[in-house]
């Protein structure tokens, strides 16, 4: 499951997001939440935070996105992901904040904090490519050359 703050609308971004989501055999679901009220940056993140806090299931292991995470390699990340698939069934989320980031909240209660580098993506960009580092996961835990 991936949990985005944002709406997506019709573009490069969303046609690419659209290309993996079609390509992973595993059951994803992509839920994005909104707050459409203006306010001030601090409360915004909060909120947020709470709207993805209520979208993650019972029991679900949690990778919060934050630049400031742990880089793996796409083998480690799909060996993790393979790891928690294969102990329990327990959901696995991918958590992605809005524009100014993810609530520290968030992070602390993440089972694991990945970056995707130093690097600021885009929010709505990191959406496809937490898809595309999924169906990667995926073809590497089946022995598929795609990673190579």
Known sequence: MVVTVGRMK???EREML????DRVTWDVDLREVEEKKPLPPAQLI???ADLLRAAIPDGARVIALDSG???LTSPD???RLGQW???ADNPIVFLIGGADGLDRSLTKQADLILSFGAVTWPHMLMRALVMEQIYRAQQILAG???HR
């Open 77 to 79: 990340l799909a060996n």
């Open 46 to 48: 909060a909120r947020e």
């Open 10 to 12: 019709q573009g490069p």
């Open 144 to 146: 598929h050359p795609y």
């Open 85 to 87: 698939r294969d102990e």
């Open 18 to 21: 659209n290309h993996y989501l």
């Open 69 to 71: 995470g742990r880089a």
